[in-house]
Structure formats: structure tokens, C-alpha cells
């Protein structure tokens, strides 16, 4: 019965039009073309790679598209046990057509022809987000992106910082800055005056968020003029002085929250990622994190802005109970999805679980795609409207005695509802 | 069936008469006036600030406790999900008769109106504890406290130390140990010399533990008695000189251990929190903690006092199999509860299992409520007692084959058993 | 259904004969004698300890085995609910006829006197195996052992570098290095050249793989030749110097690491273990861990040697995550089992559960037993099948909609194939 329960309450929470509130999605070629596409997907060749698979056999630029996935086909069956793989099959199932339960050497020919084929049609694009009840997509914008020629309606701007927060000692990205803004890039105050440029830009464009990402090691201060200063100077004295750099990031970001304050824009944590561990992975297949990182390290920030929304992410499961604590008594710290090495359905299971108990409702965005092709949605929404569906019948509907109605509505908060209040989109 | 069977066990485990082994109830009003006492607890204030309301709309001083309440209430929809409103409304329906299942701005008056009735009769104290079948409750005494005019045998002191560790540098703190003790504080020797007399006095009123909540980066280790001296002299003169005061600090500490050695009375170790750190949050709700603390910081502690046992509490969900292991093999060092942050039923739930897995079930101090007020006992050992049955019930009568007479007399060993052994209570 | 279900896979998981990738069997006397082997295991000594029995009590060199039993056996009633007394009764029942469910001071005597009959067998070892399907066990041999006078291809050798890396600047460790290799230690050179000797005589001995265990602070490096003979020169002239401890330690480190890709040997690493942290524990009771260690210690080396493949193993649950997301992108990385302070059922099940969904089926070694005395393959096992079930049931047949057989393969992959593949035996 409990499955029943569980299955109906899904069933309703498929009905909910969903806003995915973080992607990857490239708004000028949002689906795929060709099943390679989709298998490119850093999780299938990272995890081809991991079983074996060597990254020349996959990375070669002359390969062609079906020669491509032609080579990754073979290492599935080392993975097939995989969420990820499961995302996989059920997207070929739901949107190609396919019928059976795994994509083998004998069959991925005739569903690579059939995929293509449908992946022509002019109105894919369409097909796919009707098909996956999708409204509106959250991108990830470079800084420097003009935003134009795209429905930015459909496909929400959101201001991607880290090449801001941690890249600004490289000239090309202060050039970058430089045109993007207008701004010649010369001290903290044109730093300053350059990001707000920016803000003032992506916000005229539709922007509903700031966001980045961040290594475990990173904490968040205010610095002096004087020393933000000093840091510019010695950056573009081009110094290699490790101490600079350090001082700039915290500017900027500490720049970057101001800005949020004052366009009153959430601002999007995704915290602890550790970049190219893995120096001969493949592609976006080499970062990793150190689970020893705390919310603590956010204290100063929590603190000074309290105008400012967090919708945080935490990459290690260990950091969960803490972003859970924090999320308890801030009111500015809201918890964002399930991220990356943490979006497997049992850290999804039992994240959701606590964070129903012990977090008020309406600081819990419950899921985004993060993902590159718009065919993904489907699959990962799928996952976890699955997971959500057994938490609200095992732990409302049985455990404290909602009707059906009631736990769908606490669904239809996480899935939908907080997304609408705390992006301000509809 | 396993349903029915975890329903079974948890009736059984309902017949137990309790001993609360930690509170914060102040005896001299151990029961609540008014439903303010009990939503004025910070869990309803925190998370309702959390979601939303403003700090000065619930502590004003001027605010009556009715429209405390009143101010309180429409927040609640945004927190009914939490478990922290399921006792509120456990203990309502179950002291207060409340029938409905939310409470809102609709029907509060009418609670507030009728509860206020009950706790007004005469004997309402002794109708909270006999509903929660609630024998003993042991407090959490300040040091100074003089521990008269109330009823020690049902009301258990316990000697609470935070502020002789960690701010005897205050001279304020430094003269209410003199006025306790009656012994002038000049040296090392005077405050060992008075916090011997403090043990005597708390002994000699029936205390039955020592307490102390701790910082995650604290670390106990023995000083000698040089340093101790010049750390004495450096705080007496007023010096502003950290390490002065953690040698201070490790100086207390060590001798608590040693006075809990000489009067054998347990040593409660809270481990992990970080006082203020949401400076702005409401009174009670702006602790937090950083999961990066080990018990590795103890080892010289529980190496020196063999003697002394020590029941330990993890703030820190990730602190937890740590806690299974060093009690695994340390005799002194048992597993104490599920603590504020932990205390939520998935971490309760998993802990539980883990523990009853790894550790001698002599070492296991099931539960303790942590309240303020006495109504929470209720709810709270409710929900740890429906979970204990579901545990036993699975793990042990299904999972081990064990009748239902001997699991319940493992849930009784963890529930009141081995509080009797420990603290030497009947 | 779902019970059903899982014990018609463990019951097709329970016909996979086994190889067990990691004990610490001594083939010369593998299996056990008398009770007194088994219950002076750790495991029972250790917690019978930790429940309030004196060190002196059973650790008297002057006890017979039978005293030694009758003494552990009064604390078995506090030690009841665990996993490891599990084990205990189990293997009684199943290898010793024991009827009963409690080892108590009213029958320890018939079951101690039945077995010891049994074991007194001649047959007794091979009884021990083919009760437990047991093909091959895994040794874990100090660098000096012969490995002379057992039949290598059933005790499979395994080199144990624990000394060479962290004990190598004492002088009876040299020594011993320097009779085992035939080489005089003298240098940095002389030490790689008597490394190479040892990898030699244990290849040629059949061994399958080299295995450490490494404390929660240990981070290997390479170091230059230069700063590994000055550290060499430190160690000699007896110095007690930190610094060359610990340069010795990382070039022994990776000296073994460039030896096992020249072997094409797995090098098993056990990371998480603090060595005598409670002193006066008992005979190996004495261990624990600080959870604060991160696999991002070890990235420099999963860099370096690509072609040598790491089975790890993590000590603290913490580390699980770390260890799912390092195998997840590393084809070097793989999951070896659940060890020790993490082989409790529900950490098992839950490490299961994730490591499937999240990493290729070929790199996961399922379980090891760790035991001492071949009586615990049987119980271990059974614990382990009894889990791998459950999830396969749970999580492939019902979640994922797979046939029986396809689920029992992936069974058969974990518990049997990947040791063959990973370790080259059959």
C-alpha cells in the first residue's frame, strides 16, 4: 500500500509544470542532435573512462558523432548499474522511442539512426520540453555573455561569477571584464564599477540569479580598500603573489554579494569543489572535493548580508547535516537541490527526509537539472519527483497522518512554489 | 505486520516509567503558564524567524505573552512540516486536547484561551509529569546555584560548568565562584580549592553529574601547575591574552575531570558548538557548530580518568560513527542521547540502529529530552520511543529472531536501565 | 514479497564459492583449536573489555583457553545486541552444532567442550572451507615471512609493507629488511634495492597483492633521491629526527608504489587507522580514527601511477562518499569492502546501496572478511549476502525492473568476479 501511496503521490507530482532552477543548457542549441550529444555527457565518458576505457579513444577530435558513441557503447555493461545509466535508458525510452533495457552493441545502431531522426525534426526543441512538462530553464551565463537572441523567458539568465572570483589576476579575463562592462579595469574601484555594470546588464536581461561554485578552502571576508587596492596593484604588475589573489577573490565576491543586495538577487553557493584533481580525466571528468569544509567558513557572509538570499548546494554529503542546521536558524540560507557527486537517489532519499523534519518548507528548493542537453530534465526531474513521492507518503501521509492533497502540496512547494517566490519567476 | 509488531513494542516501552537524564527545566517553574512558555521555547522562534519573521516582532519585552503567540502562529504554515511542530501539536492534543491537527490563525485563541485554563489548576505540574509518566528530571544547574527549595529527589541537580571553563577570565565569573565556594580566587590552588567545595555542595544535594557543553576546536589536556599559576596571574591582572585563558580553560577543565574522579560522578560531554554564530538570530537560535571536530581531541582525556565515566553527545550528525567506535573500546566513553541538531528522527533512526550494532547495550543512554519546559517530555520521548519500537522491532524480533519480551527489555535497558546504573538513580 | 525476493537471492549469492581478498589468517595455523581462538578475538575481548571486564582479567599469560572463555562468556549478556556476538552465535550453530541463542554460564561449557572435539579433527580446516564455500583466502604476510611450507595457491600470499613505511627508522626493522632482501641497508638506494628483492620473493611466491594501513594524516609524495638519502643518513646515525621519519616514510611509500606497477600488482590501502590511541586497551583493542581525512591526501599518487590499480578502503564512514565520488573518475580507484569500525550492518547496507548506484560494477570489491581464524569467513560472508540481497532485491529487481538472474549476476560480480579480474586468481 505504501507503494500505491507512493506511486499516486508521484503520479501527481508529474503534473506540476516544472522550472528547472540550474543548468548548463546552451540557449542557442538547448537539445541535442545526435545521441553523442547526449552520451557525451561527462558522467558517460568519465564513467567509460573510470571502467576502463582510454580517453584518446573518446576525445579524439576527428571522431565523428556515431564513431563516438560506437566507442562508448561497449563499456555501458560495466556500468549499467549506475543511476546515471539509468537516466539513460529511460531518457531513450521516453523520448526515442526505445524498448529495450539496455543499449548494447547489437541494438545502439538502430537507436543512434532513430534518435537522429527525431532529433531533426524542427520542432525537437518543443517536443522536449513539452514532454518533460518543462516551462523555464535557469542557464549559467559567462559574465561577459550579451544574452541576446534567446528567449530569455524560456531560458532564464543567471550570472555565472567564478571566473570573476577566481581568474581576475589573468589579464584575458580582466580584458574580458574590460569590454564586457565598459569599464577599463584599472583599480578596485573600476573592479567595482565593472561588476555593477554587469549586474545592471544581466538584470535588464531577466537575470533571476548570481551564482558560483567554490573549492572547500574558500572563505568569504570583506578586505579594505586599501588591501583590495594593493592586490589589484600587484595583479596587474602581473606578480605571481599567491597572498594578491587570495585578496581579490574575497573583493570580488565580497563585491559580488553588494551586488546581489543591492538587485536583489538570490545568490547561488555551490560549495566545495575541488577543480582538475584528476589531471588526466576527461572532459569536466576531473574535479573532486574534500569533504572537510564547513558552513562556518560562511559565518562572516551569512552575517553581513542578511538582505541577501543563499540558496546553497553542498557537493559532499558530509556538509548535509550542517547546511541542514544552518538553513534551521538563518533565514537567508536556503537549501538548493542535490549536487553532482551528491545526486544519487540515496543521498537524495535520505537528504530530503531530514530536511523535511527539521527545515521550514519554504526554504527548500528541491531539485534543478544541472544539466547540459535539455533531453536530461526528464530522466533526473523523474528521479526525483520518485524519491519525493515515497518520502511524503512513508513520512506524511503514514507517518503523520496528511491526506494525499496535503502531502502533494508540500511537493508542489519544493518542486515549483519556492522556486516562483525566491527567483521572483512564474 | 512489522508495522503492528513496532506498534506493540512501542506501547510496552509507553509503560516505562522515565528518568529524564538532561533538561534545562528551571524546578522552581518546572511547568508552563501559557502556551508563550512553550512556543516561546527557540525552536518555534528561530524557525519561525527563519522563515520570515522579524526578530523584534516576537522579543519585544512589552509583548504580552497572548500576543506573543499571536504573532507566532502564521508562521506555522511554513513550518508544518518540521518535526518540531509535530510535538507542539502532539503536546497539544495530548495535555491540551486539541483536536485539530494545525494550529492556525483561526483556532489559536481558542487553544491559548483553554490551555492557559489547564496549566492555571494547582496541580498542574504533577498532571504534565504523571501524562508523560515522567519520575526524575535531572537539571542543568549553574555552579552558583545554591540548589534549595525544591524537591531534589524528583528534580535531579547536575553541576553545569561551561562558565568556569570557558570564562573564569571574567572577573564577574570569577566572583561568583568566590561567593559559592567561600573560598577567595588568587591562584590555581584557590580554584581548585573552590571548585572542590563546589563538587561537595552539589554532591551534598544529590547531584548526579557533571556537565559541559564544548567548542569544536577544544581540545582537554592536563597543565601544570607553573602554567596554570601564570595563567591565573596574567587573567587577575586583566590581561587580554588568549592563550592565558585557554591554558585557563584546560586548566578547569582537567581539574573537573579529577573532582568527578574524587566524588565519582559522571562527566556529560557535549562536544561541538559554536556559540553566536548567527549574531542577529533570536535568543536560543544562533548556535551552530563545524562538523570538522574528532574525538581524537579526547583521547588524552579518556586515557588520564580511567575512572570517570563519561556519557558523550555529538552535535555533529558526522560525528556519530566516531561516538560508535570510541565506545566500542574505551569503557569509560558512552553514547548519550541524540542532541539538538541531531535530534531530528532520520538521524535519531540511523543512529540508533548503528549503535545497537556496535556498541555493549550497557553503554547506551537512549535518550534524554533537553527541554526547558515539562510539557516537552512528552512528545519528545514519544517520538524517540516509536522509533526505538520500529528499531527493535526490525533488528531484533524480525531481524535476529528475538521475542518481543526480550526486546522490550533491551528498549527498557536504553531507556531507563542503564540511566540507573550510570547515574546511581532508582 | 520484497523479503521473499531477497532471500532467494541470498540464497543463489550463498552458492558462489569464494575467494576472500583480506584476512590475517596464518596459514600454518588457520583454523581454530578451541573456543578460546574465536572468543579471544578483538572483537570480544575488545567489547567485553569496553562492558566493564578488567584487561587483567583475560590477558593473563597463565590462563588456560577454557578459563579464558568462562571469563569472557558473563559479559556476553551486555554485548548481546551486537553485530559481532551475531557472528559469535552464528558459527557456533553452524559449525559447532550450538542449539541455542545465547552463549550463557549455563552452556558455555557443553559448547566449549563440543567444539574443541570438533576442532580436533584432523579433517577439521577442509571442514571449515567447504562449510564456508571458501576456495581462497588472502594473507596478509609481514615482509620478512618466508612464505615457506603452505600450500600458496589457497593462502593466497599478500605483502603487509605497514614496517617498511613507518617503522623503517628503527634498527631491528632495517635489520630485518636487510635479512629478508639479502641487502645491506645503507642508503636510499640500498633500501629501493631490498623493496625490489621483497617484491621479487613474493611474486615469485605467488603473491597478488601489496597492502598497507595508513594513519588519517598520511599524504604520500614523491620525494627527491637527494632528500630520501639525507633522511636515510638521519635515520642511521640514530637521530631523532621527525622530518627524516617522515621524508623515510613517503620514499618507502612510493618506492612500494613504483614496485607494484613494475609487479603490476594491486596495492591495497587501508586509510583512516590511528595506531594505540586508547593505551591501555587490549590486545588490538586499542585503535581508533579521526574522520577528519580526505582522498584528496592521495591525489598526487592516483596521478602518478596510473597503471597501478588501488583497492581502498576507508576506516571512517565519513570517507565514503570521498571514496564513491574517487572511484567514480579515477579507473585507478576501487572500493575494497567494509572495514572494520565501518562493518556494521546498516553502514554496510547503505555503502552498498550507493557505491551501486553511483560506481561501475567492475570496481567494487564486495566484502573481506579481516579474520584472524577461518571460523569467521562463514558468519562475515553470511552478514555480507544476507545485505547484498536485500539491496539487490530492493534496488535492481524491484527499482530498476531486472530479472533474478541478471540481479544475481551483478552479485556474483561483487562477491567473486572483480577479486578474479582485479587480482588475477581463479
Not at 80 to 105: A, H, R, S
Not at 231 to 245: I, L, Q, S, T, Y
Not at 365 to 376: A, H, N, Q, V
Request: proline residues 4%; glycine residues 6%; charged residues 25%.
Amino acid at each position: 500500500m505504501s507503494h500505491d501511496l507512493a506511486r499516486r503521490l508521484t503520479a501527481e507530482l508529474e503534473a506540476i509544470e516544472l522550472i528547472d532552477p540550474h543548468s548548463h543548457i546552451n540557449p542557442h542549441s538547448a537539445a541535442s542532435q545526435t545521441l553523442a550529444d547526449i552520451m557525451g555527457y561527462h558522467y558517460y565518458t568519465e564513467l567509460a573512462h573510470s571502467a576502463g576505457l582510454a580517453k584518446s579513444e573518446i576525445e579524439d577530435p576527428k571522431l565523428s558523432p556515431k564513431e563516438k558513441v560506437g566507442r562508448l557503447v561497449p563499456s555501458l555493461a560495466k556500468l549499467n548499474n549506475t543511476t546515471q545509466v539509468g537516466w539513460l535508458i529511460e531518457l531513450c525510452q521516453k523520448l526515442f522511442g526505445f524498448t529495450d533495457d539496455e543499449i548494447t552493441v547489437e541494438n545502439w545502431e538502430g537507436l543512434y539512426d532513430r534518435s537522429a531522426a527525431l532529433m531533426a525534426e524542427a520542432d525537437w526543441e518543443e517536443q522536449v520540453l513539452q514532454k518533460s512538462n518543462l516551462k523555464k530553464v535557469f542557464l549559467t551565463n559567462e559574465f561577459d555573455d550579451p544574452l541576446t537572441s534567446f528567449d530569455t523567458d524560456r531560458y532564464v539568465p543567471c550570472l555565472r561569477t567564478d571566473d570573476l572570483v577566481f581568474h581576475l589576476s589573468q589579464e584575458v579575463v580582466r580584458e574580458r571584464l574590460a569590454k564586457a562592462s565598459g569599464v577599463a579595469i584599472e583599480d578596485e574601484l573600476s573592479i567595482a564599477n565593472a561588476i555593477g555594470k554587469l549586474f545592471d546588464h544581466f538584470c535588464q536581461r531577466g537575470a533571476k540569479a548570481c551564482a558560483i561554485s567554490l573549492p572547500p578552502d574558500f572563505s568569504p571576508e570583506g578586505v579594505s580598500a586599501a588591501a583590495a587596492g594593493n592586490a589589484c596593484e600587484a595583479v596587474r604588475d602581473g606578480k605571481d603573489d599567491p597572498n594578491a589573489r587570495r585578496t581579490l577573490s574575497q573583493f570580488v565576491f565580497w563585491t559580488l554579494a553588494e551586488q546581489c543586495a543591492a538587485h536583489r538577487l538570490p545568490f547561488d553557493l555551490m560549495i566545495g569543489v575541488n577543480r582538475k584533481v584528476y589531471q588526466q580525466g576527461v572532459y569536466q571528468g576531473q574535479d573532486l572535493f574534500d569533504s572537510r569544509v564547513s558552513l562556518i567558513q560562511y559565518q562572516r557572509l551569512f552575517n553581513a548580508f542578511p538582505e541577501v538570499v543563499f540558496p546553497v548546494s553542498v557537493l559532499s554529503q558530509m556538509a548535509h547535516h550542517e547546511l541542514v542546521s544552518y538553513a534551521w536558524i538563518f533565514p537567508n540560507v536556503l537549501i538548493n537541490g542535490h549536487w553532482w557527486y551528491s545526486n544519487l537517489p540515496s543521498y537524495i532519499e535520505a537528504n530530503c527526509r531530514v530536511q523535511l523534519e527539521g527545515v521550514p518548507r519554504s526554504k527548500q528548493i528541491g531539485y534543478y537539472s544541472d544539466m547540459y542537453k535539455l533531453e536530461f530534465a526528464l530522466p533526473k526531474f523523474s528521479m526525483y519527483r520518485r524519491i519525493l513521492g515515497k518520502v511524503l507518503a512513508e513520512n506524511f501521509v503514514i507517518g503523520k497522518g496528511w491526506s494525499e492533497e496535503r502531502a502533494v502540496g508540500l511537493g508542489h512547494q519544493l518542486l515549483r512554489g519556492n522556486i516562483e517566490t525566491v527567483f521572483a519567476v512564474h
